[in-house]
């Protein structure tokens, strides 16, 4: 069988080369593009089994992820590392990974140490902590460091500022160690501004490390014991983990430390969280008043979509966490990713070096999530804004803002000049101002020490009962304290306790905390203000070293001007005893006797006082300098006159000695007795008629008041009761019934400074001058009334004194009072015919008509012989 052998042709090989060179084309290709892509290498250093942690790594992921999909020629690398060993991983991200940027960070120790590695290496560090006070020459130490957080010293004045609006005192402050409250300074920071505020650290409350915790409930039980034994309720959160603040707030609301009469302050590492945390978090911090960055809540559609991808990539890798929303640090961690993203777009050209990568972060100035980025020395530069939360229940409440320049306000503002004081803002917007302090129940009342041995009775009194809670109290100190405990405006359980203890000891016990309070007449000094706080003085404390001529003399007569002048005249002139007029009718001189002995009383009186006012303190002798010359024995009645006497007088000690009693006076045979003010009232009130009382001012003590332990905002309380009493005059009711001294006393009270004359030291005398000029006034008008009526009789005949009207009689009678010749008075040779002249003028006067002139020589006749009779 023969086969058909067909031939074929050969194919060309330069066929087989070509898909090699399309493959190879297209590696190239590849290669191209992938040269043309710059990618940025980016550490970070976060503790990623925290809350914060996480939050920071999933926004940092977004902000990346969200970059590299919209750009094609750059692109951004993450590398994740531990902090708890954040120098070795920094180290080994820039040997390894050859990271362009180190970001996170949360103590200032670890971004003090990165830094370090990164200023040699070249690297920027991007800080999440700040320093509380910048170190010097930190720019030049740390070159490449550059922070996104504020230091301390703001939300420390913040602290200090809301401490003072309410009045505390003495605080509480817990931090845990973890250079929070040591190496940053923070602690020394707080201490300084508290001081500037009138305030102070009493207690400081160090927890350990959360980490180092093998059992954190435990130990910080066996922690916060330590504040049951202090009376304060007022607590300084300093700085803590989210973690251990947990921890802290369970175990202090379960021991009754977080109460109605309790406050806690926590910081903004806390209260920046509170909205991711679960209710029951927020409810054991009720009360608490947080302080936070505020940031704009403006809601854009980046931030929408940022939000919305947070939550659901959150919710998705942590299911057990309550609360999936991101808080600040979330924010701040996706703009320190797009602080790197827009300074590798600023730079143009491929080659950059780390030092144009610095400058070019450097350069960022945007509105970030969480807040206003721009940076001035390596920090942000722009004025925080803190809001001031206070936490309610389950939830939570902004209810102020405050600025380092402007204080508190009501509105986020750093422009706008405050017009509100923070004591009204904060009261007004927490129901009930905190008294930050442990406040007597029924269960445990206020413990008050009485003392025993009061130095008077007047002022405190003890009458023993057979058991102790049956002894009786009364007395001035009492009295006021009781009044004023009623105008406290809350209830206030007390228990008073007789203490036969020095005032000084008293004073110690209140110090020491055995007792709460002391009820009594303590002396308010410098001394026992170091120890203890006192109220308001409710009595001052003085140390006080306890050694009628006008009818019948021509001289009165004339016009009314006249008659006037020369009364004034006479009554004047006879002060001097130069009256030049001469006195005629009897009932004048006994009138002008008397005014001359009181004129003679007023002129001798007047003379010597001015003459005692004018000499007595050149004349009176210098008691301190004799009893110290001649080294005579004094007494006093405490011991605070005591160190007095010898520090400031100079006394000797050994001639002071202390005397309770008058009856001691004699026994100590001692030559003056030093005694404050009120004693030496009540003391002379008692012996005024044995010893002899010569006042010299020597020293003004601040008053008497009660005592009350440091910090106590019952002070304060008592203190405005105290003076709404004074004010009401409630205080000087109690002292007339119990230190005013008794009549016979006060008159036998001598003092050292001349009293001067007042119209009272001659009351006496001016009644008898007015009482004898009013009788002699009287009887002369009852002789002049019944002279008219005889001589009217006399002339009238038939006419009689019953016809004639009450108005016409008076007329008549001033018309005869008042005859007078302006043109010629009456010498004292014309006396003798006084009465008959004035009898012509009555005549001429009243009958000046023609039907009776031709009577007037009858008339003349009689009257010569009335005149005779």
Known sequence: MLLRVMRVSAVPRSWFLFPVLIFFLLIVYHGAEANNINVTRVGLIIDADTRIGKEERIAMEIAAQNYNISS??????????????????????????????????????????????????????????????????????????IQMAKI?????????????????????????DEAFGGDSGKLALLTEALQHVGSEIEYRLVLPPFSSMSDPGWIVHEELVKLMKTQLRNFIVLESSLEMAIHLFREAKDMGLVRS???????????????????????????????????????????HDFHAQFRKIFRTEYPEEDNSDPSFYALRAYDSIRIVIQAIERMTSNRSSPKMLLDSMLLSNFTGFSGKIHFKAGQLSDTSILSIVHVLGKRYKEIEFWTPDLGFSTIPSIGKP?????????????????????????????????????????????????????????????QIFLEARELLGYPLPYKLEACNCTYNDLVHLVQ???????????????????????????????????????????????????????????????????????????????????????VLILTSSYTASLSSMLTVQKLEPNYMELLKKNNLPVGCIDLSVKKYLVNVVEFKEQNIKIIKNSKLFE???????????????????????????????????????????????????????IIKLSEAGTISSLKKKWLTPQNECSANITSSEPESLSLQNFGVLYLISFVT????????????FISRQQHHNAFEGNITTG???????????????????????????????????????????????????????????????TKDA
């Not at 978090?281 to 008043?289: K, P």
């Not at 009120?678 to 020597?698: A, D, G, M, Q």
């Not at 000029?773 to 002049?784: D, K, M, Q």
């Open 261 to 303: 009469d309790s406050t806690w302050i926590i910081p903004n590492s806390i209260t920046s969280l509170l909205d991711s945390v679960n209710n029951s978090v927020i409810s054991s911090m009720e009360g608490a008043i947080g302080i936070k960055t505020h940031y704009s809540e403006e809601v854009t559609s980046e931030y």
């Open 773 to 784: 000029s009013t009788i002699c006034l009287l009887l002369f008008l009852v002789r002049l």
């Open 418 to 478: 405050n017009t509100w004081v923070a004591p009204v803002i904060l009261q007004r917007n927490l129901q009930e101002s905190p008294k930050g302090w442990e406040m007597p129940t029924d269960a445990k009342p206020l413990k008050i020490g009485v003392p025993g041995r009061a130095s008077n009775e007047n002022f405190v009194k003890v009458d023993y009962g057979v058991k102790l809670n049956e002894n009786d109290y009364s007395g001035f100190c009492i």
């Open 72 to 145: 094609k020629t750059q692109k951004i690398s993450l590398y994740i590392r531990d902090s708890l060993r954040a120098t070795s991983a920094a180290e080994e991200m820039i040997r390894e990974k050859k990271v362009k940027v180190i970001i996170g960070m949360h103590t200032w120790q670890e971004a003090a140490q990165v830094a370090d590695i990164g200023s040699q290496a070249l690297v920027p560090v991007v800080s999440f902590a700040a320093p509380a006070i910048n170190p010097p020459l930190m720019q030049l130490r740390w070159p490449f460091l």
């Open 152 to 176: 301390g010293t703001e939300q420390i004045k913040c602290i200090a500022n809301i401490v003072h609006a309410y009045n505390w005192k003495r605080v509480v402050v817990i931090y845990e």
């Open 667 to 721: 026994q100590e045979n001692i030559f003056a007795v030093f005694l404050e003010f009120p004693y030496e009232e009540i003391f002379y009130n008692k012996n005024c008629k044995e010893y002899t009382s010569t006042r010299l001012l020597t020293q003004g003590f601040a008053g008497l008041g009660f005592v009350f332990q440091r910090g106590s905002p019952i002070t304060r309380d008592f203190s405005e009761a």
């Open 803 to 865: 016809e004639e009207s009450t108005w016409k009689k008076a007329v008549r009678l001033v018309r005869h009072f008042c005859i007078k010749n302006p043109r010629r008075a009456p010498t004292l040779a014309d006396t003798a015919g006084a009465n008959e002249y004035f009898l012509r003028r009555l005549l001429s006067t009243t009958f000046d008509t023609p039907e009776f002139r031709a009577s007037s020589v009858p008339v003349e006749v009689e009257m010569q012989q």
């Open 512 to 598: 020491n905390k055995t007792y709460d309070a002391a009820v009594g007449d303590f002396t308010i000094t410098a001394e026992r203000l170091q120890y203890v706080d006192f109220t308001a003085p409710f009595i001052e404390s003085v140390l006080i070293v306890w050694l009628l001529e006008h009818q019948s003399n021509p001289e009165f007569s004339g016009s009314w001007r006249n008659q006037i002048s020369t009364a004034l005249w006479f009554a004047f002139s006879s002060l001097f005893f130069a009256h030049r007029e001469n006195i005629h009718n009897n009932l004048t001189r006994l009138v002008m006797g008397v005014w001359l002995f009181v």
